[in-house]
């Protein structure tokens, strides 16, 4: 009873904990002949990887992907996919599991330590083990090897909330997403999220964010009805990120204030839409528009404030977690969920081209 693979053509299996020797991923369903590089994957992971800006944990990890499997050298010197499954590992260098001592017998209110422990009698607290957001990093792997699959559809992610401070639309510019440690597509909010997480970071406390991922070159009619929607496939994927408490696609939650009038997204020929209040995904099938997904990811629950809670046996006292952390944990979910999104489009053009052709 294996809960660690999502997808059905193109299907991932993660494995690794945040203190063990290595993480990774099996990519099963890839097809043949993809030219394929470490350095293909590479780039995405140097997104996501610890201790780039003091606004990430310091943990040094250079996240150094290894192709074990599933590649070929053809004559030409060109490494390709041989259809068969692609193991990804990425070696943990750094860990100092000594900082989780005096937490080993305490849960971390917030956290998935006591849950583990009631249900399998056994916790890593090192780090939180499987439940930590290290093991996003094989996520990450598995979306570059994604994105060779869909190479014509665009994935971009940013962060447009930090706390109650979001970002001005109006200023939206993805390429500010690359200049700033934050994501952030809003060259002014950028700045003023640096001071807020500087007050963050100093008083030992944590804060949650919201991000949003855009897909663009998807065409009309990826997804299935009525059990494979592509939007339920989407919001599954982005759910499954650590730390995320919410999704949408499109506007939303904000479509409850619409009226039909508003939130209808007009056709014109071409065809061409007006509007894209659905997100780009109309009955569980994709429209041609861009893909819109948003999460919501809280406060990362290790923080230097006391907090009330439990021990193993069921003893009321305090905690204060040390170590190195995230005072924000949705800044590196936006690689996170870029490679969600690769994997779900992925997976459902797979789908498509075995059902319809094309």
Not at 202 to 208: N, Y
Not at 298 to 306: E, F, H, V, Y
Not at 337 to 345: I, K, P, T
Request: charged share 25%; aromatic share 6%.
């Amino acid at each position: 009873m294996s809960h660690n693979s999502f997808g059905h053509l193109f299907r991932v299996t993660t494995f690794g904990e945040s203190h063990g020797v290595a993480l990774g991923a099996i990519v099963d369903g890839c097809p043949p002949g993809i030219a394929l590089t470490e350095a293909d994957i590479q780039g995405f992971l140097d997104k996501r990887k610890p201790g780039q800006s003091r606004f990430t944990t310091q943990r040094r990890e250079a996240d150094e992907v290894k192709i074990l499997s599933g590649v070929f050298t053809r004559a030409d010197g060109v490494q390709v996919t041989t259809g068969t499954p692609i193991a990804l590992m990425i070696e943990n260098t750094d860990q100092r599991s000594k900082d989780y001592g005096e937490i080993a017998n305490k849960y971390r209110p917030g956290h998935a330590d006591y849950v583990y422990d009631a249900k399998y009698g056994v916790r890593d607290y090192r780090g939180g083990g499987r439940s930590s957001a290290r093991e996003t990093a094989a996520r990450v792997a598995a979306g570059a090897v994604a994105r060779k699959i869909v190479p014509n559809v665009t994935i971009r992610g940013a962060l447009v909330q930090i706390g109650p401070h979001r970002i001005d639309r109006s200023r939206f510019d993805w390429t500010e997403v690359e200049k700033n440690p934050l994501f952030c597509p809003d060259a002014v909010m950028a700045g003023q999220w640096a001071d807020y997480l500087d007050g963050v970071r100093k008083a030992g406390s944590s804060i949650g964010a919201v991000v949003e991922v855009v897909a663009a070159g998807a065409p009309a009619g990826w997804g299935a009805p009525l059990y494979g929607k592509l939007d339920a496939d989407l919001a599954a994927a982005m759910m499954s990120i650590n730390a995320v408490k919410g999704v949408e696609i499109g506007d939303g939650f904000a479509a409850a204030e619409l009226s039909g009038e508003e939130n209808a997204d007009e056709m014109r020929a071409g065809p061409s839409f007006l509007s894209n209040h659905a997100g780009g995904v109309l009955g569980g099938l994709s429209t041609g528009q861009p893909i819109v997904a948003r999460f919501a990811v809280k406060p990362t629950s290790s923080i230097l404030t006391p907090r009330r809670t439990i021990d193993r046996d069921g003893n009321e006292t305090e905690i204060v977690t040390k170590g190195r952390h995230d005072p924000c944990v949705g800044i590196r979910a936006v690689p996170v969920g870029e490679a969600m999104m690769a994997c779900v489009l992925a997976d459902h053009f797979l789908r498509h081209r075995g059902q319809v052709g094309g």
